[in-house]
C-alpha cells in the first residue's frame, strides 16, 4: 500500500503507484500519475499531465510539471514525462511542453538531478544523465545519455549535447555538442574528448586512439573545417563513435561547438 502523510494534498484523478511515499506538505494535480515504491520526502508540488516512473526520489521543494516558461502558452494541458530509478533533488524545476513544441518534456531513467537544476519546456534528456547543482536547459534542447552538466551551467533553447558528453562547470552552452565532447569555458569551447567518460564505457586503448586520431583531424587538421568534415565522411566505418559523430554533426541545424582555434 502507498503511504500518504495526512497533511498532504492529492487531488481526485491522481494515480499513486503501490508502495509509494508521499511526505508531508506535498501537493499532487489531478492529472499526476506516479509509479511504484517512489518517495516524495515533503513539500513536493507536481502539476500538468506529469508521470513518474518507478523508484525515484524526489527532495522537498522540487517542482515538476509547472507550465512553461514561454510567452506562446495557453494555459493548456501539456506533458511532463519522467522516467525511472531517478533522484531529483531539493529546488529542481522541471516545466511541462508547449503545443508548439510537441507538448511534451521527457526525461529518461537513471537520471540525478542535483539541487536547484532546471528542464525547460519541450526538452528531451536521455538516460543515466546527471546535472550537478544549478545546471540549466532552455527551452528545447536534446540531451543524450550519460552526459554529464557541470554546475552553474546554462545550456541555450534548442541546443543539442551529444551522448557521453561532459560540461565544465560555470558554463554557457550556446552551440551544438558532438557525442563524447568535453567542453569547457565561460562561453564553451571544444576541449578535447570525454576520454574518462568513454573509459567508464569500456572502451579498449585501441578504440580511443582510432577515435582520437578522428578527432585530431576532423578539428585540428590543415584546410578549413567544412573541408576537413567532408574528408572525414569516409571514416565513419572505423568505429561506431565516429560514425554516430558524424551522424550527429550531419543532423544539425544550429552551429557547432569548436574548439577554440577550428576555423
Given amino acids: 500500500m502507498s503511504k500518504i502523510d495526512p497533511t498532504a ?24 500519475v506516479i509509479g511504484r515504491n517512489c518517495k516524495l520526502i515533503g513539500h513536493v508540488h507536481i502539476t500538468a499531465q506529469t508521470t513518474i516512473g518507478d523508484d525515484c526520489t524526489i ?21 511532463l514525462k519522467i522516467g525511472s530509478g531517478c533522484t531529483i533533488r531539493e529546488s529542481v524545476t522541471m516545466n511541462a511542453g508547449t503545443v508548439a513544441g510537441g507538448g511534451i518534456t521527457e526525461v529518461g531513467d537513471r537520471n540525478y538531478f542535483m539541487n536547484c537544476s532546471h528542464v525547460g519546456h519541450d526538452c528531451h534528456v536521455g538516460n ?42 560555470v558554463c554557457g552552452v550556446r552551440d551544438d555538442v558532438i557525442p563524447f565532447g568535453l567542453v569547457n569555458g565561460q562561453y564553451a569551447v571544444l576541449e578535447g574528448l570525454n576520454l574518462i567518460g568513454m573509459k567508464r564505457r569500456k572502451f579498449t586503448k585501441q578504440r580511443l586512439a582510432t577515435v582520437r586520431a578522428f578527432y585530431q583531424k576532423l578539428f585540428h587538421g590543415p584546410a578549413t573545417f567544412a573541408e576537413r568534415l567532408e574528408a572525414a565522411r569516409p571514416l565513419a566505418g572505423d568505429d561506431p563513435a565516429i560514425g554516430e559523430i558524424l551522424d550527429f554533426i550531419g543532423k544539425g541545424k544550429r552551429p557547432l561547438c569548436l574548439p577554440a582555434i577550428a576555423k
Fill in 9 to 32: 494534498r492529492i487531488a481526485d484523478g491522481a494515480v499513486i503507484g503501490e508502495g509509494t511515499e508521499i511526505g508531508p506538505f506535498c501537493i499532487i494535480g489531478p492529472h499526476v
Fill in 59 to 79: 527532495y522537498p521543494f522540487a517542482s515538476l510539471g509547472t507550465p512553461p516558461q514561454s510567452l506562446s502558452y495557453r494555459g493548456e494541458l501539456t506533458k
Fill in 128 to 169: 543515466d544523465v546527471i546535472f550537478a547543482t544549478s545546471a540549466t536547459l532552455g527551452g528545447h534542447c536534446e540531451i543524450g545519455d550519460f552526459v554529464f552538466i557541470g554546475g552553474l551551467s546554462a545550456v541555450h533553447q534548442f541546443t543539442r549535447i551529444g551522448p557521453q558528453v561532459m560540461v565544465g562547470g
